[in-house]
T-cell receptor, first 111, second 115 residues
Framework: GENVEQHPSTLSVQEGDSAVIKCTYSDSASNYFPWYKQELGKGPQLIIDIRSNVGEKKDQRIAVTLNKTAKHFSLHITETQPEDSAVYFCAASSSNYQLIWGAGTKLIIKP | NAGVMQNPRHLVRRRGQEARLRCSPMKGHSHVYWYRQLPEEGLKFMVYLQKENIIDESGMPKERFSAEFPKEGPSILRIQQVVRGDSAAYFC?????????????FGEGSRLTVL
C-alpha cells in the first residue's frame, strides 16, 4: 500500500548547525507534501509545504526540496535554535484525498 | 478567528465506560479529520467527515468507535466500552477544502486515559 518513510527517527544537532530530515513516498500520484511541527503537548502545525510542480521552496530558515523522480523530499532547517526542538512529521497526498504520514523525527537542539 | 477547538483536553475513564470527544472546526471549514497518536508515535488516521457525512472511516475500528459531524454543532468521536488500549491522544483537524488542496489545522488534542 501507500506509505511514507521518514528518517532519522531522532536527530540531535548543535545550536546554530543545520538539520535535515528526509522522507520517501511510494505513490507516484502524490502531488502535495506538507511538513508539520509538533511541540510537546500540542497539536501538529504546518510549517511549510510544497507541491509537485516545484522542486524547492524556502521560508526564512526553513526549506523543503522535492525530487519527484526519486520520490523523496527533505526538510532543511538552518541556524537551528532551541525553539526548533520538536517532533517533525512529513506527509504526502494519496490518490484520494488522504495524507499519508511519516512516523516523525524528534529533533533535539543542543545548547 | 478561533482555531480548532477540542474538548475535553484530558479525560479519564474506567474500563467499560464511554468516552466522548468533541471537536469544533475552524470557522468556514467543512472537512474534519480525526487522528489517534500513541506516546512517541506518529499520527494514525481514523476518520474523515464532512457535514452530516462520513467520507472515509477506514482507519477507525469497526466496533466500539463511531464518529459524527452533524449539521449543527461539533464533530463527536465516541468510544464505547473503553479498554486500556484506547488510551492515547486524539487529534481533530479541519480544512476548508479537501486535503490535496489545502492546509490541515489541528486542535490541541484530547488525551484519554483508561484506568
Amino acid at each position: 500500500g501507500e506509505n511514507v518513510e521518514q528518517h532519522p527517527s531522532t536527530l540531535s544537532v548543535q545550536e546554530g548547525d543545520s538539520a535535515v530530515i528526509k522522507c520517501t513516498y511510494s505513490d507516484s500520484a502524490s502531488n502535495y507534501f506538507p511538513w508539520y511541527k509538533q511541540e510537546l503537548g500540542k497539536g501538529p502545525q504546518l510549517i511549510i509545504d510544497i507541491r509537485s510542480n516545484v522542486g524547492e521552496k524556502k521560508d526564512q530558515r526553513i526549506a523543503v526540496t522535492l525530487n519527484k523522480t526519486a520520490k523523496h523530499f527533505s526538510l532543511h532547517i538552518t541556524e537551528t535554535q532551541p525553539e526548533d526542538s520538536a517532533v517533525y512529521f512529513c506527509a504526502a497526498s494519496s490518490s484520494n484525498y488522504q495524507l499519508i504520514w511519516g512516523a516523525g523525527t524528534k529533533l533535539i537542539i543542543k545548547p | 478567528n478561533a482555531g480548532v477547538m477540542q474538548n475535553p483536553r484530558h479525560l479519564v475513564r474506567r474500563r467499560g465506560q464511554e468516552a466522548r470527544l468533541r471537536c469544533s472546526p475552524m470557522k468556514g471549514h467543512s472537512h474534519v479529520y480525526w487522528y489517534r497518536q500513541l506516546p512517541e508515535e506518529g499520527l494514525k488516521f481514523m476518520v474523515y467527515l464532512q457535514k452530516e457525512n462520513i467520507i472515509d472511516e477506514s482507519g477507525m475500528p469497526k466496533e466500539r468507535f463511531s464518529a459524527e459531524f452533524p449539521k449543527e454543532g461539533p464533530s463527536i468521536l465516541r468510544i464505547q466500552q473503553v479498554v486500556r488500549g484506547d488510551s492515547a491522544a486524539y487529534f481533530c483537524a479541519s480544512s476548508r477544502t479537501g486535503l490535496n488542496t489545502g492546509e490541515l489545522f489541528f486542535g490541541e488534542g484530547s488525551r484519554l486515559t483508561v484506568l
